[in-house]
């Protein structure tokens, strides 16, 4: 595979905000966590196309972790960036923000690690531009992701 340009985390950042419906709550009222992962899996694709500047599949979501739940008509943003990358391979790390409209209080709602590979119009895997961490911050979770690579391909 070819040797691209790297680039840094903050060229793949991608945010969507929307509202929390009531046909998007379960019988407790809160956020079905299927709604928030279909939005997590969502923002990620769109981080992991521009750092791959085309074609992405999700190759696998985890951990993601849920902190405080939404409600009906509270907003759910999120936002994501790659902040790591292999030969075809990105990891995509993704924050989900609730806001009470009337309170205006804004909590962390959720979060997650997604992993998409770049893909050609024949679906199969093409190269990725490596990572350029740059700031303390992006360069430890970069370390962190590659520990988790480690792991995942020891499992197979």
Not at 51 to 78: C, D, N
Not at 91 to 110: C, L, Y
Request: negative net charge; charged residues 30%.
């Amino acid at each position: 595979m070819e040797e691209l340009e790297p680039k840094r985390p903050g060229q793949s950042y991608s945010m969507m905000t929307d509202v929390v419906f009531p046909e998007d709550t379960n019988y407790h009222g809160t956020a079905f966590g299927g709604m928030i992962m279909r939005c997590m899996d969502k923002i990620a694709t769109v981080a992991a196309m521009r750092h791959a500047a085309g074609g992405v599949v999700t190759a696998s979501a985890g951990p993601i972790e849920f902190y405080k739940p939404l409600r009906a008509g509270q907003a759910i943003e999120l936002t994501s960036k790659v902040v790591w990358s292999s030969k075809s391979s990105m990891e995509i790390d993704v924050r989900v923000t609730g806001e009470d409209f009337e309170s205006g209080e804004r909590f962390p709602t959720a979060s997650g690690v997604f992993i998409f590979v770049a893909v050609d119009h024949e679906g199969k895997p093409r190269a990725v531009a490596p990572i350029k961490a740059e700031t303390d911050e992006e360069r430890r979770r970069f370390e962190e992701a590659q520990v988790r690579y480690l792991e995942r391909k020891a499992k197979k």
